[in-house]
């Protein structure tokens, strides 16, 4: 007869036996724990507390913030400003806070120059902009949108394309789709143009989104739904401009845009390219040029093209990459709305490089009365613009769009000196702008 043998216990199921019942022990212990304080505890011994408020409120009622800031000063506190008397100090907002036992101090607000000069009410500032009682931050800061384009009356069709023109009523694009500017305080102004926009989508919205309305936007010709990128930008509050390809000396070792603008050329060619870049969208103020350096010094060839630009009410920027040609003189020669560059920030892709030439178009201005510089859609360039843009007011310089240094240059008014609106003509008052 067979003998019989108990086999040995798996090493598993009395591991799994084991866990099962330490968890089941410990986990409720830990519940009883937990019910017992729950029950019994008292919350308000549970740690330390502070309860701050800027104003009283009375029990069994909400104090409503806005409403009461815009019919009575707040009972308890009183939020008062000093404002420096050196652009040095201030940099940073000053918000002084005394309660009601404590005598409170005036505040006297300075103008700034954007039309804080009504010092009437306390108020205090959030990144150099003055809030008044009963204003918010958001309602003095919104960004208004610039009209969607194509404004009746501003465009025609030509041989099958849509050009800009000026409307029967002398209005021209270079003025009606031009951000609205004003310098009351007579500072010194800034602009900055950022182009190659419409190629890469991600830089595009970057620019788009989040630079100030005040930086003008360029577009590449050959972008995709060039016309949609341009309302995304006039809706942010940005003008823009469009870049035209224009011939350069080292063409022999790359490749040509198929309507790059030639030298030597009496405007057979050149005219028809023209056209063509300029029927691509519509909602521009102006041109930018794109390269050139061989076109701009053939005085033919440039004329030409501004007679076009000026029949149209087009502007045109030099964005500064080359010196010399002859756009100054042909500018002043048919009184084109024109204005130049003085230099390219990001011609060096190295973040100090790009500082360094903000700051020098900032002393400048300071200089001068204005200035401006143009650089493209890096993700560098993009992130330090925005930096350098937030507190340049503070340093006691204005950001203005482009077309506000643009002016009708002629013969008779080369001679004039700079002046601090950085245009020869006031620009237009936008009170929500």
């Known amino acids: ?24 022990v410990f986990g409720g212990i830990a519940a009883s724990l937990g019910a017992v304080i729950h029950y019994s505890g008292n919350p308000a011994n549970s740690g330390p507390r502070e309860v701050l408020a800027l104003f009283e409120t009375s029990q069994g009622s909400q104090a409503n913030l806005k409403t009461r800031l815009k019919s009575e000063t707040p009972t308890g506190v009183a939020a008062t400003v000093v404002l420096a008397d050196d652009d040095t100090i201030g940099m940073q907002p000053t918000l002084g806070v005394e309660y009601s036992e404590a005598p409170v101090l005036a505040a006297e607000a300075q103008p700034t120059g954007q039309g804080d000069e009504d010092s009437a009410g306390a108020g205090i500032r959030i990144n150099g902009t003055l809030v008044r009682p009963g204003e918010s931050y958001g309602e003095i800061t919104r960004i208004t949108s610039l009209d969607p384009a194509p404004i009746s009356g501003l465009s025609e069709r030509v041989n099958g394309l849509t050009l800009p023109r000026i409307s029967a009523e002398g209005r021209a694009p270079s003025d009606v789709y031009a951000r609205p500017f004003a310098n009351p305080g ?13 190629i890469n989508a991600t ?33 942010k509050g940005h003008e823009v401009l469009i870049e035209v390809p224009m011939e350069a000396f080292e063409y022999g070792r790359m490749k040509m845009h198929p309507q790059t603008l030639l030298a030597n050329d009496d405007g057979t060619r050149n005219i028809p390219r023209l056209e063509r870049l300029l029927s691509r969208a519509s909602g521009y103020f102006g041109i930018i040029n794109y390269q050139g350096a061989k076109f701009a010094e053939d005085t033919g060839a440039v004329n030409s093209v501004l007679d076009i630009l000026k029949d149209r009410g087009v502007a045109l920027i030099e964005d500064g990459s080359f010196s010399g040609g002859a756009f100054d003189t042909a500018a002043g020669q048919t009184n084109l709305k024109y204005a130049r560059a003085t230099s ?19 002393t400048l201005a300071k200089e001068s009365g204005g200035s401006m510089g143009a650089g493209y859609a890096y993700p560098l360039t993009i992130e330090i613009a925005k930096d350098w843009t937030k507190d340049l007011q503070n340093r006691g310089v204005l950001l203005a769009p482009v077309s506000a240094l643009t002016a009708e240059k002629s013969a008779e008014n080369d001679a004039l000196q700079p002046v601090k609106t950085g245009s020869l003509m006031q620009a237009p008052l936008n009170p929500e702008g």
């Open 1 to 24: 007869m067979a003998s019989r043998r108990d086999a040995d216990p798996s090493p598993l199921r009395s591991g799994l036996t084991h866990t099962g019942l330490s968890l089941l």
């Open 186 to 198: 007579n500072q010194p102004v800034v602009a900055l143009v950022i182009g190659g926009l419409g």
């Open 203 to 235: 830089h595009t919205k970057a620019a788009i989104n989040e630079l100030p309305p005040e930086v003008t936007l360029s577009f590449a010709p050959d972008a995709g739904n060039l016309q949609y990128w341009v309302n995304q930008a006039r809706e």
């Open 344 to 362: 390219t920030i990001d011609a060096k892709m190295n973040a100090d490089d790009i500082r360094n030439e903000l700051l020098g178009l900032e």
